[in-house]
């Protein structure tokens, strides 16, 4: 098999470009600051949206237009009538075609692609290089706030379960027929660096594919369906259900997004990740390689 089952979940600046006034673009930069006591501090990245974005964009703060703001931990799935909410202000329709972007790292961006699809809209996409691509290629540039728009008409018909607990996932330890897959750096997979979120190293049994090797560093953009086939498969992503965890379920959702263009029908993400599982001491984790 070659090429994406689902391309249309992947868009291109060429046609982006020449659809502007057809999509919503969502632009959902965020940055996380490492910090030694809370492990990292949350800055959406407003300022760097009004500083230069793509024309028509909306900022999408994923730290609390997307999340579940009463939670402890950050990022965590927002409540189905809040998340609709969010996405009416931002000018979204349950017909509305919706792409999403980052000016820094991918996942933010399919982080909130995932989430469309958990509420039930599939009528989304990913900008394929982000901001970096959009700017390196000299396409048009818009700055300040957001213009706002009008009010969209978005519900939420169908909430399809894409996320996981820890009680799925504690399950899952030792079992060969599930893939427990870690979406965070080799380092910080073995625990010998990087941020650790309490105790360092990973879950238990389960197996390593970065978010960061899912790119091309040179372009953002993603591999070529064939050498992101090829890596997911030699982790046994590809022929197994699969919870895919980090951090704190953001990284995680570039995998969970690849493995979704790739056709995989079974594909959850484990929302409180490590931010949960490793302050947790009763909950086993691995290290070394």
Not at 31 to 48: C, S, W
């Amino acid at each position: 098999m070659t090429g994406f089952v689902h391309p249309e979940y992947l868009t291109e600046t060429d046609w982006l470009a020449e659809h502007l006034n057809d999509v919503i673009l969502l632009d959902c930069t965020t940055h996380l600051i490492p910090d030694p006591e809370t492990t990292y501090i949350v800055k959406p990245g407003r300022e760097d949206f009004e500083r230069g974005h793509i024309p028509g964009a909306q900022f999408c703060d994923v730290s609390r237009d997307v999340s579940d703001t009463t939670q402890k931990l950050n990022f965590m799935r927002s409540a189905p009538d809040d998340f609709a909410a969010a996405m009416r202000r931002f000018g979204i329709g349950n017909g509305t075609r919706v792409v999403t972007y980052s000016t820094g790292n991918a996942w933010w961006a399919t982080r909130v692609w995932w989430l469309l699809r958990e509420f039930g809209h599939d009528n989304a996409a990913v900008l394929n290089g982000g901001w970096q691509k959009w700017t390196a290629e000299h396409l048009a540039v818009e700055t300040g706030p957001a213009i706002q728009r009008a009010a969209g008409d978005f519900v939420v018909r169908d909430v399809r379960n894409l996320m996981a607990g820890k009680d799925a996932v504690q399950a899952a330890i030792g079992d060969a027929s599930i893939c427990t897959l870690n979406a965070l750096l080799p380092a910080q997979h073995s625990g010998s660096g990087g941020n650790s979120y309490g105790r360092p190293g990973r879950i238990a049994g389960s197996v390593n594919l970065p978010a960061a090797h899912l790119l091309d560093p040179a372009t953002n953009t993603f591999l070529p369906p064939d050498e992101l086939r090829r890596r997911l498969d030699a982790v046994g992503a590809l022929d197994r259900p699969v919870i895919a965890y980090c951090g704190g379920g953001i990284a995680a959702s570039a995998d969970a997004f690849v493995l979704t263009m790739l056709g995989h029908r079974d594909v959850k993400i484990y929302d409180a990740s490590l931010s949960e599982w490793a302050k947790d001491d009763s909950l086993p984790m691995e290290t070394g390689d």
